[in-house]
């Protein structure tokens, strides 16, 4: 049975070591020297970032029954975590876009480092402290770096495609190398050096503070609200009067809240698909294939936007893609008889199950930098933090509302609503590529419009 993971493995780290090597000059920007340092400094940060939020990933629920607490205290403290990046990480990140997208980032690293300090104490109060800094860290992760790039990149002047090359780097880098490394150290400070459950969390302070120290030496700051009278209700107003007027900010957020949410539920429910009777199934093993995946979706995410493919295109399709994927529990059900013999390995359907599994990754490698990408195209500078930060509050109540209910349905209908869920993502996209479409139609029209009077004119 080991063989076959190893196979696995092997075969998806050879796709995506061909895959990067392969890239020709269609695939690839000719850039500068300077973007080329400014992107090198932002993928430093960003992967000591996404490596103290790896480290600790793994041993979260672990470290919860170490300290001997049962199935619903955990899910609470899950909770609390997801309620706190809805209700206090949508407002401190969106206070990022008038005090700075660089003093949030250093706030993400405090609040990182201070989460990993209360994982010390066994104390559920001090737990739960730990789980509302979280959440409050994953809001400013996943909003104020993404703004304070795309604000420097376009102050530097820089071509504005080359930001898909920074996003698909990232991606490839952040959530997928380092991921992959981090579960190996994570692994072995916990196993091999017998360090204990914390360990991995002290780790991941020390990279973060690290990524602080390069923050704060080589950062500039930059703004997006830069009003000092307006208050962050009229914030929040603003950035909400942006999303109702453009249908296309809208069509974004509904499309990362149903995708991020599919893929969150995914997450919680992978183990106990691939071992519904307690199968021995190497979860760290196949966490890293699950990462090499993940990889090799954002290598052809970055070939397809070097080739100027329509992110709005080629996007519909990946959602279908990913709801079939999702669908292979269903069928799988279908197909096998289930297994009700306890132990031994991945059975014919759970094989069957992680090569579903593995396609979503893939689709998931290729989301990450496509909506990156996107978001950078439509939501306006002056409230991208807090539109960004707007568009998880869905996510979070969908997530809180998975978690409270996940012992209420079977496992294959969680699956068919989540591949339902991508079905609306793939029909979301195509109304977003159309409505792109008409707006460079009309672009298009009025230039020329405006050619032929001033040619005229002269």
């Known amino acids: 049975m080991e063989n076959f993971y190893y196979i696995v493995f092997g075969a998806l780290a050879a796709i995506c070591g061909v895959s990067e090597l392969s890239k020709g000059q269609k695939d690839t920007f000719v850039t500068i020297p300077s973007f080329e340092a400014f992107k090198n400094n932002y993928l430093l940060v960003y992967s000591l970032m996404m490596a103290g939020d790896w480290l600790q990933g793994p041993y979260v629920y672990a470290l919860y029954q170490h300290y001997g607490y049962d199935q619903g205290d955990i899910g609470r403290l899950f909770i609390a975590g997801f309620g706190s990046s809805m209700v206090f990480g949508t407002i401190v990140g969106s206070l990022a876009d008038k005090h700075g997208r660089r003093l949030a980032s250093v706030l993400y690293c405090v609040s990182y480092i201070l989460s990993c300090w209360t994982k010390h104490s066994p104390r559920f109060a001090f737990l739960l402290v730990g789980r509302i800094l979280g959440g409050i860290a994953t809001s400013l992760l996943f909003s104020a770096f993404e703004s304070w790039l795309v604000a420097e990149h376009f102050k530097h002047n820089f071509e504005p495609q080359w930001l ?5 780097k990232a991606i490839f880098l952040g959530n997928g190398l380092v991921a992959i490394l981090a579960g190996l150290l994570a692994n072995f400070l916990v196993v091999d050096l017998n360090l204990g459950p914390v360990a991995p969390f002290d780790t991941a302070a020390c990279f973060l503070a690290i990524g602080c120290g390069v923050i704060l030496k080589t950062w500039p700051e930059n703004y997006g609200e830069t009003d000092e009278k307006k208050t962050l209700q009229q914030q ?18 509904a499309i990362q809240a149903l995708f991020e949410g599919s893929m969150y539920t995914f997450v919680f429910l992978w183990t106990p698909a691939l071992s519904p009777n307690g199968q021995n199934i190497p979860h760290g093993f196949i966490f890293a294939t699950f990462m090499l995946a993940s990889m090799i979706g954002s290598s052809i995410a970055s070939r397809l936007m070097a080739r100027s493919t329509r992110v709005e ?35 014919p359907g759970g094989r069957l199950q992680l090569l579903g599994f593995l396609i979503f990754e893939v689709c998931v490698g290729i989301f990450w930098p496509s909506i990156m990408k996107l978001r950078s195209q439509y939501i306006p500078e002056e409230s991208r933090s807090t539109i960004m930060n707007m568009f998880r509050i869905p996510l979070n109540v969908f997530v809180c509302l998975v978690l409270y209910n996940v012992s209420s349905f079977s496992l294959t209908a969680m699956f068919a609503m989540c591949s339902g869920f991508l079905v609306i993502c793939a029909l979301l996209q195509k109304r977003l590529s159309h409505l792109s479409e008409q707006h460079e139609c009309t672009a298009l029209k009025t230039a020329e419009s405006d050619f032929l009077l001033a040619k005229t004119s002269a």
């Open 164 to 168: 898909s090359l920074t996003f698909s």
């Open 236 to 253: 929040f107003q603003q950035a909400w009067n942006s999303i109702v007027a453009d249908e296309k900010i809208a069509l974004l957020g």
């Open 313 to 347: 295109y080629y996007m519909q399709y990946v959602f279908m893609v990913s709801s079939a994927a999702l669908l292979v529990p269903v069928f799988n059900q279908l197909i096998y008889e289930p297994t009700v013999t306890s132990g031994g390995g991945l059975t």
